[in-house]
């Protein structure tokens, strides 16, 4: 009788075990499902370029830009909603974070405009960041419906993990999201430290050649105040 008990209560385990394992597979395959997107572009001197993206309704939409490279540092940003109405208008900014809420159903389109820069090319990082109602991309009904087997299952609470599972893949994102943007910011300011290295060096030799003329200058024109090439009759 303990024998069949214990078998009774493994069998039960191993189904608990199977369903969880199985909602663990269907959150995932939920999680994979993610409309938030990251670029960085060359932008042409004298060009534009735009981007289009999906929002939901009611939503919340969230761009970041940066300009991470090229002279001035410094684009015009227009974000145009589905409808053709003109949201958000910048000009000659180097970056910049802008949320639209709420969304409507649509695509948005993301312009940077270069066109009052005739020489210097710039790379531009943006990063949007897409939520659907109530902060969910997806929402509750991605999630796979579970069907709880008779017996023995109420105590786990399915419910509590899915939560905590929401949770954790919320904070990752947002840490990835974060080290991306730490990464567009460690990049402008090598580009930016790279540059101001190029001009010291060059101002500096420039230093050294007027300075090696002025004084290979001095040193003829001394020589040519003592050089006396008269005859002297003794």
Not at 27 to 36: E, H, R, T, V
Not at 39 to 62: D, H, I, V, W, Y
């Amino acid at each position: 009788m303990d024998l069949l008990r214990k078998k009774e209560g493994c069998g039960g385990r191993l189904l608990v075990l199977a369903v969880v394992f199985g909602w663990c597979l269907g959150g995932a395959s939920c999680f994979g499902q993610n409309l938030d997107s990251e670029f960085t572009f060359q932008l042409p001197a004298g060009r534009s370029e735009c981007f289009f993206q999906t929002a939901l309704k009611n939503g919340t939409m969230e761009v970041e830009y940066q300009v991470i490279a090229g002279a001035g540092m410094d684009v015009d940003f227009t974000v145009i909603s589905p409808e053709g109405v003109q949201l958000i208008m910048e000009s000659r900014r180097s970056d910049g974070v802008h949320v639209v809420e709420p969304t409507v159903e649509g695509d948005y389109q993301i312009c940077f405009d270069n066109s009052f820069s005739h020489f210097s090319e710039k790379m531009v990082f943006f990063e949007i960041i897409i939520e659907g109602p109530g902060g969910d991309v997806g929402g509750d009904e991605d999630w796979p419906v579970l069907v709880e087997p008779d017996g023995g299952l109420l105590e786990y609470k399915l419910d509590d993990i899915r939560q905590s599972m929401d949770s954790l893949h919320k904070r990752l994102e947002r840490c990835r999201q974060m080290q991306t943007v730490l990464r567009a910011f460690e990049a402008r300011d090598r580009n930016l430290l790279e540059d101001n290295l190029w001009r010291v060096s060059f101002w500096s030799c420039s230093c050294v050649l007027v300075m090696l003329c002025v004084a290979l200058t001095q040193v003829y024109t001394v020589r040519k105040l003592f050089d006396d090439k008269r005859r002297v009759c003794t």
